[in-house]
Nanobody
């Protein structure tokens, strides 16, 4: 079973940027889609961005413009670049993998905390 490990979270001031990384313990080719979700306290987990093996990307509502997902298949890595961070972006960000898309997530990472505060 492929394990997913996120990194890159932390405390950042409003307006700042972060790049989150997701390292897979094995090949990500077996997953049709990789993605990032986030969950803020008291809220449901929501899709931030997804990327397919073909490089197609999609973003959750209100995520377009400040979030960019990318992947490096050679390194089995998925990245999420987040710019112009806002306090409402504060959440735990999870890496996800789905063999047939992200309608059903087959593997989750443990999450990385992002806190946006001055």
């Amino acid at each position: 079973q492929v394990q997913l490990v996120e990194s890159g979270g932390g405390l950042v001031q409003p307006g700042g940027s972060l790049r989150l990384s997701c390292a897979a313990s094995g090949s990500i080719f077996s997953f049709h889609a990789m993605g990032w979700y986030r969950q803020a306290p008291g809220k449901q987990r929501e899709l931030v961005a997804a990327i397919t093996t073909g490089g197609g990307t999609s973003y959750g509502d209100s995520m377009k413009g400040r979030f960019t997902i990318s992947r490096d298949d050679g390194k089995n890595m998925v990245y999420l670049q987040v710019n112009s961070l806002k306090p409402e972006d504060t959440a735990v960000y999870y890496c996800a993998a789905g063999r047939y898309g992200l309608a059903v997530v087959d593997q989750w990472g443990q999450g990385t905390q992002v806190t946006v505060s001055s």
